[in-house]
């Protein structure tokens, strides 16, 4: 372990021998040479390393984090390669189904105009042609096949290259985390493997921002799904969405008192009455949807939804969200965190200053980044943990912004009403990054969103229709 400490992480061979203040580097005699020949500050390291405490609590906080964040990369980064490869297997089976069913029933179409007219030595040509299709069928099968792996290969590879990355990164970190506690006596070691370990987590940092925080989405696709029920008196407005791990997805209808769960094919296969507000998952088989002031758990099980326990609230529930344990309630001007148990721990942030200013929220997926929709003030806000205002983000095109959705990777996702729209934000919460779809796009008073990684969708919810919209995304 000590050596591969001593080791440069840019030139192998080589032991580290110098620091650079200028640029915050450790080096071994050839960085020396070749980068920072003119650096003013360049110290061997038994020197740089006295008298220089870290913090190795707080470090081993942060690598933490890193490390549980460049992890669940790499799963939203499986899942896509998955849900790629399912809908490969799909296209593949409709194609090679399609022609069966058209040769069936050509053959058929042969089978009862001929036997009318014909005398049984007709019978041979018949079996004769019957046997050429079927050869036919098998090798276009096989080299539909062929070429359909070929294309899912290719379009796999470079999500395969990024996972790879996700593998390595963990690995390097994971190594310095262990060794840190290791070296603690022993100055020079535990300098390097300290700096060594802030190195990393920047570089870990940058590359999820690039690959993933803010990787914009590309739409390939649209379906429109009726989520009407025979029993609903009104058009449905769909306050909340939320995506299981399975495919299934629950929609929160807030006109007709209805939270529903549609199957993989998105049709209502289940329903619970209650007034929907807000939803969010809890579990892979839990949501929690908040009403005017309570918070009602729903269990799904072998797609049947069920309501479980209840929080009673003092204050009202507009918005909702989970992150690991904590439940973040919006209350139209404020979020307060709680429990799951339902104990309140703090208010996070407040702002009384006009209605409706604390809608809906949601949370990064290392919990350290708070998002905040305020309607009226058409504003999105970036909170840290301890509600510190870290953003705000106003854009003409942001007019009454009314979903919001952060996904396991930490794309921020906003739909928005005055101009009906879909859009990206950075996951700074400064700017935006892509608008994903538009009015043209079916896309009239969404509101609500919600990222599936199970099948690489975004879906829509639209108030006063009776559609949601799935659009298919890479
Ligand atoms: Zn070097
Ligand atoms: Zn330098």
Redesign the pocket.
């Known amino acids: 372990m000590e050596t591969s400490l001593l080791i440069?992480i840019?030139?192998k061979g080589?032991k580290l021998r110098m620091y650079c203040t200028d640029h915050s580097h450790l080096?071994?005699s050839?960085?020396v040479e070749l980068n920072h020949r003119l650096c003013l500050q360049v110290t061997p390291l038994p020197q740089a390393a006295t008298g220089k405490s870290t913090n190795f609590k707080n470090l081993s906080v942060s690598t933490e984090n890193t490390l549980s964040q460049i992890k669940q990369c790499q799963t939203y980064q499986e899942d896509r390669m998955k849900s790629l490869k399912v809908s490969y297997k799909e296209h593949e089976g409709l194609i090679v189904d399609g022609l069966r069913v058209n040769i069936v029933s050509y053959l058929r179409e042969c089978e009862t105009s001929t036997v009318n007219t014909t005398h049984e030595h007709m019978q041979y040509p018949i079996s004769e042609m019957r046997e050429e299709i079927k050869y036919l069928l098998a090798d276009f099968e096989k080299s539909t096949i062929k070429e359909k792996k070929e294309e899912l290969n290719l379009k796999q590879a470079p999500l395969k290259v990024v996972r790879n990355s996700c593998i390595r990164l963990h690995y390097e970190l994971f190594h310095l985390h262990v060794a840190i506690p290791k070296v603690l006596g022993k100055p020079e070691l535990s300098f390097i493997a300290s700096k060594k370990c802030l190195e990393n987590i920047q570089q870990t940092d940058i590359f999820i921002k690039e690959n993933f925080s803010n990787k914009v989405f590309t739409v390939n696709g649209k379906s429109v799904h009726n989520v009407k029920m025979p029993s609903d008196s009104c058009t449905c407005w769909i306050k909340a969405v939320c995506a299981l791990p399975d495919g299934q997805v629950l929609v929160a209808d807030l006109s007709n008192y209805k939270v529903k769960l549609l199957n993989q094919q998105y049709r209502v296969v289940s329903h619970l009455d209650v007034k929907p507000l807000d939803m969010c998952l809890i579990t892979p088989t839990e949501v929690a949807v908040c009403m005017q002031d309570e918070v009602q758990f729903i269990t799904v099980s072998q797609s049947q939804l069920a309501k479980s326990r209840k929080l009673e609230l003092q204050h009202r529930c507009k918005g909702i969200a989970h992150h690991q344990g904590d439940l973040y309630i919006c209350t139209g001007t404020a979020l307060y965190k709680f429990t799951l148990s339902g104990k309140l721990v703090c208010r996070v942030y407040e702002d009384s200053s006009a209605n409706l200013t604390v809608e809906k929220c949601a949370v990064s997926p290392t919990g350290d980044r708070l998002y905040i929709i305020s309607r009226y003030q058409n504003k999105l806000l970036t909170l840290a943990r301890d509600g510190t205002l870290l953003a705000t983000y106003t854009d003409p095109a942001l007019r009454v912004p009314s979903g919001l959705h952060v996904t396991p990777a930490g794309q921020v996702l906003v739909c928005e009403w005055g101009s009906n729209t879909v859009l990206q934000v950075g996951r700074e919460g400064e700017s935006k990054l892509a608008t994903l779809a538009t009015r043209e796009d079916g896309v009239r008073r969404p509101w609500s969103v919600c990222y599936s990684s199970t099948t690489s969708s975004i879906i829509v919810g639209l108030y006063g229709d009776n559609n949601i919209l799935v659009f298919r995304v890479e």
């Open positions: 440069c840019i030139h080589e080096c071994c050839k960085c």
